[in-house]
């Protein structure tokens, strides 16, 4: 089955820091974007950030630039996501999937290879 595998959520205090990893299973991501999503309780899925398939460049939400940092690694086949300062609106399920291409305010639409989530929880 062709998806991406998430990893590395947990529960975290306010401040602390967390690496999400997004793992292709069963094909490679060289020639895809990919973004991170999240779903907090309650709420839509929104996009997180996501990076070109060259990894040359990268967007953002407004709500999380300057604390999270996308990368990606060929060799291993994986899109990290580097979380810090978290804060407790940062708790949601934290999702990867492939695009054509990255673009600011990139929605769900269009994605492919959506795997489980992983959970992120940033409580005291």
């Known amino acids: 089955q062709l998806q991406f595998v998430e990893s590395g959520g947990a529960l975290v205090q306010p401040g602390g820091s967390l690496r999400l990893s997004c793992a292709a299973s069963?094909?490679?991501?060289?020639?895809?974007?990919i973004g991170w999503f999240r779903q907090g309780p309650g709420k839509e899925r929104e996009g997180v950030s996501c990076?070109?398939?060259?990894?040359?460049?990268?967007v953002y939400a407004e709500s999380v630039k300057g604390r999270f940092t996308i990368s990606r690694d060929s060799a291993q086949n994986t899109v990290y996501l580097q979380m810090n300062d978290l804060k407790p609106e940062d708790t949601a399920v934290y999702y990867c999937?492939?695009?054509?291409?990255?673009?600011?305010?990139?929605?769900?639409?269009?994605?492919?290879?959506w795997g489980q989530g992983t959970q992120v929880t940033v409580s005291s």
């Open positions: 999937a492939s695009f054509p291409f990255c673009y600011q305010g990139l929605t769900t639409a269009g994605g492919d290879h």
């Open positions: 069963g094909f490679t991501l060289d020639f895809y974007a």
């Open positions: 990076i070109s398939s060259s990894g040359a460049k990268t």
